[in-house]
């Protein structure tokens, strides 16, 4: 079983920057697509951006192209999300996940097997 916890979230002005980690532990982390998301109240959640098991192959919503980053470090069984030019329609719970297997990106809820508690982001204009 994969264990996931999210950091890094927090109250951040318009235009700011924040960097998203996710933190996996109890399985092989280097064997796991991952993949970022987010939901507001009320809404699906969405996927915002992903990342293949060697960090080779990457993905990002339009909404983030350009201004949102995923890596990964396999050594430290993490990735992360920098986020930057924030926006208040950013502002959501985001969400790490975890595919059991798989050489590509995916970015659909139920491509993935695994999923951390969520981090809050809040941006203010």
Not at 43 to 50: L, P, Q, W, Y
Not at 68 to 87: C, E, G, H, P, W
Request: aromatic share 12%; net charge positive; glycine share 14%.
């Amino acid at each position: 079983q994969v264990q996931l916890v999210e950091s890094g979230g927090g109250l951040v002005q318009s235009g700011g920057s924040l960097r998203l980690s996710c933190g996996a532990s109890g399985g092989t982390f280097s064997s796991y697509p991952m993949g970022w998301f987010r939901q507001t109240p009320g809404n699906e959640r969405e996927f915002v951006a992903a990342i293949s098991r060697s960090g080779g192959i990457k993905a990002h919503a339009d909404s983030a192209k350009g201004r949102f980053t995923i890596s990964r470090d396999n050594a430290k069984n993490t990735v992360y999300l920098q986020m930057n030019s924030l926006k208040s329609e950013d502002t959501a719970v985001y969400y790490c996940a975890a595919r059991s297997g798989g050489s590509a990106y995916y970015r659909k809820t139920d491509e993935y097997d695994y999923w951390g508690q969520g981090t809050q982001v809040t941006v203010s204009s």
